[in-house]
């Protein structure tokens, strides 16, 4: 390591409290993107605003250059001498933060050596330590040879209209760089993802008979639902014990986390499941899953509701990977299909579940609809399309991967690591020759989208020396 990067690892740790400061803070900020709320140059609500905002007022402070696309997104800039562009590309908005946490998901405290909330990890955490790597570059001196740009994208958990209407306003984009939202060593490949509805008009009830109210569950399409409940009503013999006994049961001899109280004349049977990534659903406890599994063994008076949780029950299930329901695909690149549901909402006329698919990096999206619309038909349930992203695969051997992984490679003392291949989808996608890198190390647990969300100091502070590095090796002038 030279000299220079000596000095810059040294202003880094010199602005610890300063960057736990301002993590806290965006933390602190609950930035979930609520489009119904959006005005003017809010669109995606004041939260997402509040946090962007303070974005682009700290960098401003600190002398940086920065651009609005009036509230969709805008950029961070620390002008280089020659053309060209080093993109680090990141993004404020989090994911709703869910029931069961051991803290409060916005306040931004610091235990036990740890900086915890939602958006630690995905991706206030690493925005900042990027931010902070192009604050003690600056404050050292380093002219860049290329402008490096810190991109701050305000709906990547939704549906990326921001970044949308960012790039078609900038006028330039990166030529190369990363995106702080993954993986160490590098992610080279992305798999597809589709996000869509699959859904099923219900025939009115008639006569009186045990009768479902609603069924709802899950906050968003990418997240496996920790949370389900369904609101019944025995409108025949009002059997509230009988199903007292049966969520007991199941409670008992499957260990399922599964509760049922009376509401009004009717009852509610709640599920709480786990957590987890909607590209890594094995690693979580999907309730809606569970719930619909309990509900097979009610006799409905509406044979539609009765159909529609046999068909979820047969074609879903707890089937992580699409075999089920006919998109059972895989590849020697990125192995597996990876199939999440990750809402539901049932009533009495229509059933509709969000299912989040990341495909295999060889395959279409028009092969994913065509091998699920072969059973759905069956069953006469529709589709509606809501988000498709194709799948990026860059060879191991290009120069962006092969100096980010030097970078790596000198901080970690890992050698042995190679590029991977993920299911998860990141900004990576919205423009060329970027990757994902970082900032989650290799055996360290997933904590984004999942209650406890948190990020070491150690592990902040070590990613802002990577990310100096990074930044120096793809923004220098070459020797």
Not at 115 to 137: E, H, Q, T
Not at 253 to 261: H, L, R, T
Not at 300 to 328: A, M, P, Q, T, W
Request: aromatic share 10%; charged share 30%.
């Amino acid at each position: 390591m030279t000299d220079f990067l000596e000095k810059v690892n040294g202003k880094i740790e010199e602005n610890r409290t300063e960057m736990i400061s301002s993590l806290s803070k965006l933390i602190s900020i609950p930035s979930i993107v609520d489009e119904d709320k959006g005005r003017g140059r809010k669109p995606f609500g004041r939260q997402v605003d509040e946090a962007y905002r303070w974005m682009l007022a700290k960098a401003e402070g600190d002398g940086f250059d920065t651009f609005d696309a009036k509230g969709y997104g805008g950029h961070i800039d620390y002008d280089g001498k020659e053309d060209g562009i080093v993109g680090v590309v990141g993004h404020l908005d989090v994911v709703p933060e869910g029931d069961g946490w051991e803290f409060e998901p916005f306040g931004g405290l610091v235990i036990d050596g740890y900086v915890c909330g939602r958006g630690a990890m995905d991706d206030k955490g690493p925005v900042i330590a990027s931010y902070f790597a192009m604050k003690a570059l600056k404050e050292c001196g380093f002219e860049p040879a290329k402008t490096v740009r810190l991109i701050l994208g305000l709906d990547e958990e939704t549906n990326w209209k921001g970044m949308n209407y960012y790039l078609e306003h900038v006028g330039d984009y990166p030529d190369m760089g990363f995106t702080p939202d993954g993986d160490f060593p590098v992610i080279r490949a992305e798999m597809g993802i589709l996000i869509f509805e699959i859904i099923k008009k219900l025939p009115a009830s008639r006569g009186k008979g045990i009768e479902l109210n609603s069924i709802k569950g899950g906050n968003a399409a990418n997240a496996v639902p920790d949370h389900a409940k369904a609101v019944i009503t025995d409108t025949a013999a009002g059997g509230y014990d009988l199903y007292k006994e049966m969520v007991a049961n199941c409670r008992e001899e499957k260990g399922w986390q599964i509760k049922c109280k009376g509401v009004g004349k009717s009852f509610e049977i709640s599920v709480t499941g786990k957590s987890a990534h909607g590209a890594k659903p094995w690693q979580g406890v999907n309730a809606v899953s569970i719930l619909m599994d309990f509900l097979s063994e009610i006799i409905f008076l509406n044979d539609g509701v009765s159909d529609f949780i046999d068909f979820y029950n047969k074609c879903i299930g707890y089937d992580y990977h699409g075999e089920n329901i006919g998109c059972g695909f895989e590849d020697a690149e990125s192995g597996k299909l990876v199939f999440n549901v990750g809402k539901i909402d049932v009533d009495r006329n229509a059933a509709r579940i969000t299912i989040n698919v990341r495909y295999p990096v060889t395959m279409t999206n028009e092969d994913v609809y065509a091998g699920i619309m072969n059973v759905l038909d069956k069953y006469n349930i529709g589709i509606v399309k809501e988000r498709e992203q194709a799948p990026i695969n860059l060879d191991a051997d290009t120069e962006l991967v092969r100096i980010l992984m030097d970078v790596y490679g000198r901080h970690t003392g890992d050698k042995t690591t190679e590029p991977m291949v993920i299911g998860g989808g990141t900004y990576a996608r919205a423009m060329e020759n970027i990757v994902a890198f970082g900032a989650r190390f290799p055996g360290e647990p997933e904590l984004g989208h999942q209650k406890n969300e948190k990020i070491s100091v150690d592990n902040l502070m070590k990613l802002t020396r990577i990310y100096a590095e990074a930044i120096y090796e793809l923004a220098r002038v070459k020797d």
